[in-house]
């Protein structure tokens, strides 16, 4: 993966090892890897997400040692880990906070990526698969959520399962075959479970190729300079590993004032009522990584253009590398770039709000404007459409344009530069580079 | 490899047709074998046997009082028996020639003679939840999901379905009771 391995094997069984399946070199390059000396800590993220897909999996397996995912005995089973297994209160809420943990661990590792240019070349594969790896952790938690079948998961799960009905032509027998029925009914919530265990799965693999790719051209970095000689990297141990683990113990104490102090913050507490067909709740939204989504899609009027839009929305991301054509990569040194990226980074925010109010509600209590062709121009609705066309401009239309026409900042020659020029370092040399001493 | 590069491939493979037909004929072999073999993983999961064979109910719409609605369970999903009043008939009479999106009279979503009688599969057609009952400004259903209305007739007035609420087969078997399916 990295350059010329500088592992030697110690003793006998190790080069007898090493000679036959090379798995302790493999792991010592990995824990050596140059890693760019000015990573912040936007950086952690990455560590913090594989965290959090151990915590997930572990909790996960435990979790169905004890659920059953029949129709009848699923959200009985819920409850009976919620109350009678030792410690099943502890490990699900674990896990159900830990799905909104990782959510949010991803939207930052994301914006990360926008903000420094790390999906640029030659890092499109390792977005890609990136990209690829927050879609599988929607649909796994999508999975999740039903998994409970309370009045939330069940009309979720219809919602969800009924934007493939909108697709024409092969839409509603597509929609027939993902619920094995008439609609949501036990035969969905069985594939779902099936399919929830076999996801995450699925993502652990996509995170090894993301590693993988991340590993050819190395992490990228603050300054978005490429790395020019070894006096610019690290070891990855024990200077990241280090800042990692300082950074997961952090968030970690984040994970437990959730889990132990508001551990229903995030539901909704009709999902404490069986699932029951013939009565939707009377509001009913996703969970909050979904909303800007959901926003987006009760933007559009139209049924079909609505579910193309939040599939767009998802495309854009994917899209990126090749929508950004500034060759600077990192947004320290485009103002013009950095103050549309933090507009976007709100409006994102913005289009959550807006998921999870009902359209017609006025934006602003009390306020009421004038009826624009379906709505009061101060409802929801037209913020979130407001709010969804910036969504794309940003990435249709700001992105390629600004790339061509702006002027960036000059960008420092080398990753060490900006830091032997900043006053802290001097008196110039002794004290800048304390790890060449050694 | 190398070897045939520099052989050519005129020492090993006299008739290039007769190998490029043995490399066509053993993929189109493997691939219709997958094919084959794929059809059963895929269609396991459409729904099975038992569920299609859930396929019919009676119900005696006597049961449903004047002006409202009693809600049935029908393939799994809410099927609406709504008894409706003269004046929530007219109402949807009198606006069979509205723009609607989804046009269709009134007389067209009842049986003759019946009315009164409004029988409704009761899934949005925007994305499946269930309307409630007498919201919206038409006075028919309002869906709480996306904020769809309906009219007394179960046609789409306002919102982001594109479909009325759809009248499943049924047909009435004495004065009072009907088939759904």
Same mark, same amino acid.
């Given at each position: 993966m990295s350059g010329p391995s500088s592992y030697e094997p110690k003793t006998a069984i190790e080069r007898w090892l090493d000679s036959r399946l090379p798995i302790v070199r493999f792991g010592a390059d990995l824990m050596d890897f140059p890693t760019p000396? =000015?990573? $912040?800590?936007?950086?952690?993220f990455g560590g913090i997400l594989a965290f959090c897909l151990g915590t997930q999996l572990v909790t996960g397996v435990i979790l169905a040692m004890h659920y059953d995912p029949s129709g009848a005995g699923a959200f009985n089973s819920v409850q009976h880990i919620m @109350?009678?297994? #030792?410690y099943g209160w502890l490990i699900r809420y674990i896990h159900a906070n830990g799905a909104a943990m990782f959510f949010l661990a991803v939207y930052i590792h994301i914006f990360r990526g926008i903000y420094y240019g790390s999906f640029k070349a030659p890092r499109e594969v390792l977005w890609l698969i990136g990209a690829a790896i927050y879609v599988v952790m929607m649909a796994t938690a999508f999975f999740g959520y039903v998994l409970v079948w309370g009045q939330m998961s069940f009309w979720a799960a219809k919602v969800i399962t009924n934007l493939f009905g909108?697709?024409?032509?092969i839409g509603p027998s597509l929609a027939t075959w993902i619920w094995?029925?008439?609609?949501?009914d036990a035969p969905t919530l069985n594939r779902f479970y099936s399919l929830h265990y076999l996801a995450p799965f699925v993502i652990a693999a996509l995170v090894v190729l993301h590693i993988w790719a991340l590993h050819v051209p190395g992490n990228n970095n603050p300054?978005?300079? =490429?790395?020019?000689?070894?006096? /610019?990297t690290l070891p990855f141990h024990p200077y990241y590993t280090v800042k990692d683990g300082f950074a997961v113990s952090v968030f970690m104490i984040l994970f437990a004032v959730f889990v132990f102090?508001?551990?229903?913050?995030?539901?909704?507490? /009709? #999902? =404490?009522?069986?699932? $029951?067909?013939l009565a939707t709740p009377a509001h009913i939204v996703p969970e909050w990584y979904l909303l800007p989504y959901y926003a987006i899609l009760r933007a559009v009027p139209d049924k079909l253009m609505g579910v193309m839009a939040l599939a767009a929305a998802v495309v854009c991301i994917f899209a990126l590398p090749w929508l /950004?054509?500034? @060759?600077? @990569?990192?947004?320290?040194?485009?103002p013009q770039a950095r103050l549309y990226f933090i507009i976007f980074v709100f409006d994102c925010l913005l289009l959550g709000l807006c998921g999870a109010? !009902?359209? /017609? !509600?006025?934006?602003? @209590?009390?306020l009421t404007g004038f009826q624009l062709l379906d709505g009061d121009i101060t409802s929801y609705l037209w913020v979130s459409r407001i709010a969804s066309l910036y969504y794309f401009a940003y990435f249709l239309l700001i992105t390629p344009i600004l790339g061509l026409r702006e002027t960036p900042l000059p960008a420092p020659e080398s990753i060490s530069t900006p830091v032997l020029a900043h006053?802290?370092?001097?008196?110039?040399g002794a004290a800048a580079a304390p790890e060449k001493k050694g | 490899m190398a070897e045939s590069v520099a052989g050519g491939s005129a020492d090993h493979s006299p008739d290039p047709s007769r190998r490029d037909f043995i490399h066509i004929a053993v993929v189109a072999a493997a691939a219709g074998g997958v094919a084959a073999i794929a059809w059963p993983f895929v269609d396991?999961?459409?729904?099975?046997s038992d569920t299609l064979a859930l396929s019919s109910i009676e119900y005696d719409v006597s049961k449903v009082p004047l002006g409202q609605q009693v809600t049935v369970l029908f393939r799994k999903q809410p099927l609406f028996v709504r008894h409706r009043t003269p004046v929530e008939i007219s109402k949807a009479r009198a606006d069979d020639? &509205?723009?609607? *999106?989804d046009p269709a009279t009134d007389e067209s979503r009842v049986k003759p003679g019946k009315d009164q009688w409004l029988i409704l599969i009761?899934?949005?057609?925007?994305? %499946?939840c269930t309307p409630t009952f007498g919201g919206g400004e038409w006075g028919g259903w309002f869906c709480p999901c996306h904020g769809s209305q309906y009219d007394t007739s179960g *046609?789409? *007035?306002? %919102?982001? &379905?594109?479909?009325?609420?759809a009248v499943p087969d049924? &047909?009435?078997?004495?004065?009072?009771k009907i088939k759904v399916g």
């Open positions: 000396k =000015n990573l $912040n800590y936007w950086w952690t @109350r009678d297994v #030792n909108a697709i024409p032509v094995g029925g008439f609609t949501v300054t978005g300079v =490429n790395v020019k000689s070894k006096s /610019d102090y508001m551990p229903e913050a995030m539901g909704h507490v /009709d #999902n =404490n009522i069986p699932a $029951n067909p /950004d054509t500034s @060759r600077v @990569r990192s947004m320290r040194y485009r109010h !009902e359209p /017609d !509600e006025p934006f602003i @209590r009390g006053p802290a370092a001097a008196p110039a | 396991q999961m459409n729904p099975s020639h &509205a723009d609607l *999106r009761g899934v949005c057609t925007h994305l %499946g *046609r789409i *007035r306002k %919102g982001p &379905a594109p479909k009325n609420l049924y &047909a009435f078997e004495t004065d009072t």
